[in-house]
């Protein structure tokens, strides 16, 4: 059975590819639906949900229509989760098997480094780090992967650990390959699959700090963002809940989907490498 | 001359807090274009003896001249350009091949890495390597786990002999094939051999296929030499104890050597 047809088969993972499809096509057509600046006032304050068909979720505080930031934050959410998800298993995966491999002095050094960073909670060091730096979407990336790049990082060494005393790497050797060449075009390839089986988690965690950071008020002041949306929306709580609530939903579905499809990929792939 | 020449190399693992020498003072040497069969049984340390020679671990006591020259004194990128001239042959061809390699990409690589043929004319350079050997040139699109053990063996020579060494060590290279690939693999050995004038240090626990192939052989007992000669007067007569245990253990063996009386 092809992985494919496996996937397809188990229900929670189409769940999550529906999700994660949707909240790509959300992204996607942002702006071709929404041209324009999202921030912008598009009609009265505080108009509910279902009221007037042109602004179909109703309209914020300040009259933005809700249906509209929706759509631009998707994209904002999906950005920054896959962003700071690609940064922390690149670098994890890099520093993991360059300390597997060299072993020794490096592997002693790098993997106090990956202590340090473990040992403080990687939401603090987010906020520390975007409150030093300063709000921009691009630092919000790097704060987001500067937490979360520990993981891939003793994963990626625990694996190289292995392969490196397999033949093929010796026969690299004996052939005279440069040591970086065999830590990176040998056996960096081969100690992936744990560490990309990681990712889905990690994107879902990735975008749910995001959200936590703009609740915060860190997020990219230039940007929609669901929890930014959130937290503009408690203020009026009482009187307007679905504004706090709508883009609550969005975000729980949206990491929902990264979760199930993520895991149905891994789960399928790595049935597939067991039964080879 | 000879070309490599093992001294007194020691080689000591911990175990337990224990220093347990795996490799006990063993010195040898192989001519150039000569045969030399290492032997014994299991746990003995021709394997380390193999790692040691091609500098994968390191002696604690010794010397190994390669080519007139103090092999242990290089390092770096000197190393590894001496290293053309010292292949392998690892036992299991499966394991000795980065998973996700296609054979082209396997031959290529010590073609690339020693500047022996440019881009453009090494595809024809890796065809020219795999008829060597005696494959068609058109395996070279498969990956390594496309094809059979016999042909991954022979790959793996090919390999061995892309950068034109004077020594290959083959540790147990043709124990894991079948006995009728086996043979062909010998006879590819030992045509190339003769052509190219190249020496083996050859590694095996088959002592009829070392009495067929090897000129002399040296016969281990828990990292130590035990005896060393000529191949076929080593194996008819052996005059240690191991060496007459080995030969016990070979009835087979017994036959061949009545039926052909040297
Ligand atoms: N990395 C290691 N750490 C500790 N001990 C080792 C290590 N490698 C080998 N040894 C020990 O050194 C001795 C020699 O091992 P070696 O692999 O050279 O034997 P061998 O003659 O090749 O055996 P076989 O015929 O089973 O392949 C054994 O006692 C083995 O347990
Ligand atoms: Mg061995």
């Known amino acids: 059975m092809s992985p494919l047809r496996r996937f397809l088969r188990a229900p929670e993972a189409v769940a999550g590819a ?11 057509s942002a702006s071709l639906l929404f041209p324009g600046d999202p921030q912008a006032i598009a009609g009265p304050a505080l108009l509910p949900p279902f009221q007037d068909w042109s602004l179909p979720l109703g309209t914020d505080r300040l009259g933005r229509n809700v249906l509209a ?48 960073f473990q040992t403080v909670p990687s939401f603090l060091l987010a906020l ?43 026969g690299a050797r004996v052939i005279g390959m440069h040591p970086m060449a065999i830590a990176f075009r040998e056996v960096l390839p081969n100690a992936l699959p744990p560490v990309l089986a990681m990712s889905s988690v990690i994107v879902a965690a990735a975008i749910l700090t995001e959200a936590a950071l703009s609740f915060l008020g860190l997020g990219d002041p230039n940007r929609v963002t669901w ?38 990929i891994v789960e399928t792939t790595a049935v597939r490498r067991g039964l080879s | 001359m000879s070309l490599l020449t093992v001294s007194n190399l020691t080689k000591r693992y911990r175990r337990d807090k224990k220093a347990i020498a795996a490799i006990d003072d063993v010195s040898f040497h192989i001519d150039p274009g000569e045969t030399l069969a290492l032997a014994g049984p299991s746990g003995s340390g021709k394997s380390t003896i193999a790692r040691l020679v091609l500098r994968l671990i390191e002696p604690d006591a010794g010397r190994i001249d390669f080519e007139g020259n103090d092999f242990l004194a290089l390092s770096g990128a000197a190393l590894r350009a001496r290293r053309a001239r010292l292949q392998m042959v690892f036992q299991d061809p499966l394991a000795a091949f980065n998973p996700r390699a296609t054979v082209a990409r396997v031959l290529d690589d010590p073609l690339r890495i020693h500047g022996i043929a ?3 004319e090494r595809p024809r350079r890796v065809a020219e390597l795999l008829e060597r050997v005696g494959l068609t040139a058109d395996l070279a699109t498969r ?13 793996a020579i090919a390999r061995a002999i892309a950068t034109k060494p004077s020594l290959i060590v083959l540790d147990e290279a043709v124990s894991a094939l079948d006995v009728s690939v086996r043979g062909q693999i010998l006879d590819l050995l030992l045509d190339l051999q003769r052509q190219e004038r190249i020496a083996y240090l050859f590694i095996s626990h088959d002592l009829g296929v070392i009495r067929a192939i090897a000129h002399r052989v040296v016969l281990l007992d828990a990292g130590q030499v035990a005896e060393s000669g000529d191949a076929r007067t080593v194996i008819d007569a052996p005059q240690s104890a191991i060496g007459k245990a080995l030969v016990a253990a070979v009835p087979r063996l017994n036959r061949i050597i009545r039926q052909d009386p040297t």
């Open chain 1, 18 to 28: 529906i999700l994660l499809a949707a909240l790509i096509a959300m992204a996607l």
């Open chain 1, 69 to 116: 930031e929706l759509f631009h934050g998707a994209r904002t959410s999906l950005a920054v989760g896959l962003a700071a998800a690609a940064a922390a298993l690149v670098v994890g995966a890099v520093i993991g098997t360059l300390a597997g491999f060299a072993g020794g002095l490096v592997d002693e050094v790098l993997m106090r480094i990956t202590d340090a």
């Open chain 1, 128 to 170: 520390a780090f975007v409150s030093v730096v300063g709000p921009s979407l691009g630092v919000v990336v790097i704060a987001i992967a500067l937490g979360t790049w520990t993981g891939p990082s003793r994963v990626a060494r625990a694996e190289v650990l292995s392969i490196r005393e397999r033949d093929y790497v010796a």
């Open chain 1, 227 to 264: 929890g930014g949306m959130i937290s503009e929306g408690r203020t009026v709580l009482r009187t307007a809940p679905f504004l706090s609530i709508v883009p609550g939903i969005a975000l729980v579905l949206t990491v929902l989907g990264v979760y199930l499809a993520g895991e149905g």
């Open chain 2, 118 to 120: 440019s881009r453009s």
């Open chain 2, 143 to 155: 990956a390594i786990h496309e094809i059979s053990g016999g042909q991954r063996q022979r790959v």
